[in-house]
């Protein structure tokens, strides 16, 4: 095991390598867990008194929920981040992305943004920093940040829980190949948006989260993910996959060869003009 982990840009796992492009995302949402009170006070009944994360939420999506419960203007949370003193990794360079661990938190009288943001990124080292983690992401020749940032693309390609290892699988292989991720989970996150549609001219934005055009890993995590995905990103299952795409919901379709995979795209395409043909047929309003 090597002390010193390679930079994410030139990381290559020694795994079983094969190519990988990706034609859907979606975000698992899981059971959040329950974490210690942040303060004792007086419960308020003119505001929630909970606040639930769910799995696969954007630090963005996290901001926006913190100043909805606790009644603050928009922009407020993202503000208190200066303040924060988030204890997060040197590779994150202040950037919480990742590090919002999913779980529901008590909203007590006296609580703030900044204590809020401090205790999911305190929740998340307690869970990324243990054993069973970081010493995954060290077998595979990686620092936990990377772990993170592999298990957040993670959570939001995989349709199920059931599909997390093969998916991480498919990110591992490429990486070790040195091949561009193309994950269109990425470009998503680019661009602020969640569609299971990439154009080729979303694939050639100018932006270090194009890993259709950039190599290795994103400069941070895209997502706050959860422990199966955590669970997945340091113990991906043996496989040779190549390809993967969602077809139909409960269908994603994992392959090593490329004319099938390119039957079973054509398939999903074939779904969604179905649905889109149906909506305009019905005028139900169509979203993308």
Same mark, same amino acid.
């Given at each position: 095991?090597?002390?010193?982990?390679?930079?994410?840009?030139? &990381?290559?796992?020694?795994? *079983?390598?094969?190519?990988?492009?990706?034609?859907?995302?979606?975000?698992?949402?899981?059971?959040?867990?329950? !974490?210690?009170?942040?303060?004792?006070? %007086?419960?308020? =009944?003119?505001?929630?008194?909970? /606040?639930? &994360?769910?799995?696969?939420?954007?630090?963005?999506?996290?901001? %926006?929920?913190?100043?909805?419960?606790?009644?603050?203007?928009?922009?407020?949370?993202?503000?208190?981040?200066?303040?924060?003193?988030?204890?997060?990794?040197?590779?994150? =360079?202040?950037?919480?992305?990742?590090? /919002?661990?999913?779980?529901?938190?008590?909203?007590?009288?006296? !609580?703030?943004?900044?204590?809020?943001?401090? /205790?999911?990124?305190?929740?998340?080292?307690?869970? +990324?920093?243990?054993?069973?983690?970081?010493?995954?992401?060290? *077998?595979?020749?990686?620092?936990?940040?990377?772990?993170?940032?592999?298990?957040? &693309?993670?959570?939001? =390609?995989?349709?199920?829980?059931?599909?997390?290892?093969?998916?991480?699988?498919? &990110?591992?292989? *490429?990486?070790?190949?040195?091949?561009?991720?193309?994950?269109?989970?990425?470009?998503?996150?680019?661009?602020?948006?969640?569609?299971?549609?990439?154009?080729?001219?979303?694939?050639?934005?100018?932006?270090?989260?194009?890993?259709?055009?950039?190599?290795?890993?994103?400069?941070?995590?895209?997502?706050?993910?959860?422990?199966?995905?955590?669970?997945?990103?340091?113990?991906?299952?043996?496989?040779?996959?190549?390809?993967?795409?969602? !077809?139909?919901?409960?269908?994603?379709? +994992?392959?090593?060869?490329?004319?099938?995979?390119?039957?079973?795209?054509? =398939?999903?395409?074939?779904?969604?003009?179905?649905?889109?043909?149906?909506?305009?047929?019905?005028?139900?309003? %169509?979203?993308?």
């Amino acid at each position: 095991m090597q002390k010193n982990t390679p930079p994410r840009s030139t &990381i290559r796992l020694t795994r *079983r390598g094969r190519i990988a492009l990706v034609a859907t995302g979606a975000v698992v949402v899981g059971t959040a867990v329950a !974490v210690p009170l942040l303060t004792l006070g %007086t419960e308020e =009944e003119s505001r929630p008194t909970t /606040l639930a &994360i769910p799995e696969g939420w954007r630090a963005s999506q996290v901001y %926006t929920a913190v100043d909805k419960a606790l009644a603050l203007p928009a922009g407020s949370t993202k503000k208190s981040l200066d303040k924060a003193a988030l204890k997060l990794p040197n590779d994150a =360079e202040g950037n919480p992305e990742g590090y /919002l661990f999913p779980a529901t938190y008590p909203l007590q009288e006296k !609580v703030t943004p900044d204590k809020l943001l401090a /205790l999911m990124v305190d929740t998340a080292n307690e869970k +990324f920093n243990g054993a069973p983690i970081a010493a995954g992401a060290q *077998r595979n020749a990686m620092n936990v940040y990377q772990a993170v940032t592999i298990a957040s &693309i993670v959570q939001a =390609e995989a349709a199920t829980r059931a599909d997390m290892g093969k998916v991480a699988r498919v &990110i591992f292989n *490429r990486l070790e190949r040195g091949m561009p991720l193309q994950m269109d989970s990425t470009i998503n996150y680019a661009l602020n948006r969640s569609t299971l549609r990439t154009t080729e001219s979303d694939t050639r934005i100018e932006s270090p989260y194009n890993s259709y055009q950039r190599m290795g890993l994103p400069p941070t995590p895209i997502a706050n993910p959860g422990e199966e995905a955590m669970r997945a990103a340091i113990n991906p299952p043996p496989g040779n996959w190549l390809y993967f795409v969602t !077809v139909r919901p409960g269908d994603t379709r +994992f392959t090593a060869d490329y004319q099938q995979h390119q039957r079973n795209v054509a =398939e999903f395409n074939a779904q969604a003009k179905k649905k889109e043909t149906g909506a305009k047929t019905t005028g139900a309003k %169509t979203t993308g």
